[in-house]
C-alpha cells in the first residue's frame, strides 16, 4: 500500500461521446491522498473544455487478516494493538477541469478536497489508579485540500479519424504534494498517514487504454501503474498497480448502463523515519499496509443535455488479501456532473 494510492485510472470512450473515467481510492489505505482524478470527465474536442464536479463516499467498516474477516474483539483479544480502528468515511469532492489541445491530446487538471472521521477502541484508563478498559473515541475530523493531479492524454493509435472503433490512449501524469500530509492531533502527534488529506510526494502515473466501440456497446480494457516517493517525513506509500475491464451499453440515446471489473495491487508502505509509526496502534503500523483486491462496479450514465452527463456508481470488493490487519471498504458511492463546451 505504499503510495496507498493507487491511482488507478481508467480512461472511457463514450458511448455518446468520448468518455473518461480514472478510479481511485477502493480500500482505505487508496483513499486519503488520492484523487478521482478523471472520474467521468468528458475528453474534450480540440479547443473545447470540459468540466466535471464529483462527490465520492467511502465507508469502511470491517477488519480483516489476509482474507478472512476479523471482528474487534478477536484482535483486542491477540493483544497486539491498544489502539483499534472500528469504522472510517471518507468523503472527497473533486473538481476536473480537461483541455483539448488536438484531436489526439487532451490535458486534465483535478483539485479535490477531502473529509476523513474514524470511530476507534483504544484500551485506557480513566484516570490515575484507575484500571485499563477499552473504550470508544471518535477522531476529530480531518479536512482540507487534497493532492491536485495532472494528466495528459494522447491517442497513439485510432483506426479511422471520424468516429473511431478502435483506439489505444498513453497516459502520463503526476499526483503533485499540494494536500497536507502533516496534520496533528490534539497531543501533537501526526494524524495517521492514510487519515490525511495528502500525502507529501510527487507520484508519477503511467496508463495505457484500449477501447473498442461496437455500438450499442463498448468495451475497454487498461493498466495503471502508480510511482510513489517518499515524502519529507519519510514515509512512502506503496507503488500501485492497476488493471480494469468495464463496459457499457446505450440503452436509450440518453441513457447507459455501465459495469467494470478492477483488479488492484498495492505494495507495502515504508516509514523510514518513524514519524508515522506506532506499533500499538493497528493504523500506524506499516506491516498492515498494501496487498491485492477485486472490485465490482454497476452504474448508469444519463445524458440529459448534448454536451452533459450525469454518473451514478457504486463500487464494493469481490475478493481481498491485506497484508496484516487492515480495516477495509465495504463499499464507495461516486456521483458525478459534467460538462462540456
Known amino acids: 500500500m505504499k503510495r496507498f494510492l493507487m491511482m488507478i485510472l481508467f480512461i ?8 473518461t473515467a480514472f478510479g481511485a481510492g477502493l480500500c482505505c489505505q487508496l483513499s486519503s491522498g488520492v484523487q478521482e482524478s478523471l472520474l467521468g470527465v468528458a475528453s474534450p474536442e480540440a479547443q473545447k473544455i470540459s468540466l466535471q464536479l464529483t462527490y465520492s463516499f467511502t465507508l469502511m467498516g470491517k477488519l480483516k487478516e489476509g482474507t478472512s474477516e476479523r471482528s474487534v474483539a478477536d484482535v483486542q483479544n491477540a493483544g497486539k494493538y491498544t489502539s483499534i480502528p472500528t469504522r472510517m468515511e471518507m468523503t472527497k ?21 477531502i473529509r476523513n472521521t474514524m470511530d476507534m477502541d483504544m484500551f485506557m484508563s480513566m484516570g490515575m489508579g484507575m484500571p485499563k478498559e477499552w473504550m470508544k473515541h471518535a477522531m476529530d475530523p480531518v479536512e482540507d485540500i487534497g493532492d491536485v493531479t495532472v494528466m495528459g492524454l494522447y491517442r497513439i493509435y485510432t483506426n479511422r479519424d471520424i468516429r473511431p472503433t478502435d483506439t489505444l490512449t498513453l497516459g502520463i501524469g503526476i499526483k503533485t504534494p499540494t494536500g497536507s500530509s502533516t496534520e496533528k492531533t490534539s497531543s501533537d502527534k501526526f494524524v495517521h498517514a492514510h487519515m490525511q488529506p495528502g500525502t ?5 502515473l503511467l496508463s495505457l487504454v484500449y477501447t473498442k466501440m461496437a455500438n450499442p456497446f463498448l468495451l475497454q480494457g487498461d493498466v495503471t501503474y502508480q510511482i510513489t ?52 496502534s493497528l493504523m500506524d503500523d506499516p506491516a498492515n499496509t498494501g496487498g491485492d483486491s477485486i472490485w465490482f462496479s454497476p452504474g448508469i450514465q444519463i445524458l440529459p443535455l448534448k454536451n452533459g452527463m450525469i454518473d451514478l456508481k457504486v ?17 464507495r458511492i461516486l456521483v458525478g456532473i459534467s460538462y462540456s463546451f
Open 200 to 204: 507529501g510526494s510527487w507520484d508519477p
Open 315 to 331: 463500487q464494493f470488493p469481490l475478493w481481498e488479501r491485506v497484508n496484516g490487519i487492515q480495516l477495509v471498504s465495504s463499499y
Open 12 to 19: 472511457c470512450t463514450g458511448v455518446m461521446f468520448p468518455y
Open 93 to 113: 469532492y473533486t473538481l476536473t477541469a480537461a483541455y483539448g489541445l488536438s484531436p489526439k491530446f487532451s490535458v486534465f487538471v483535478s483539485i479535490p478536497y
Open 229 to 280: 516517493t517518499r515524502n519529507s517525513n519519510g514515509y512512502e506509500f506503496g507503488d500501485s498497480f492497476t488493471a480494469n475491464l468495464s463496459g457499457k451499453y446505450a440503452v436509450f440515446p440518453y441513457f447507459n448502463v455501465t459495469a467494470g471489473l478492477t483488479y488492484l495491487h498495492l505494495n507495502r508502505a515504508s516509514d523510514k523515519e518513524g514519524k508515522y509509526t506506532n506499533l500499538k
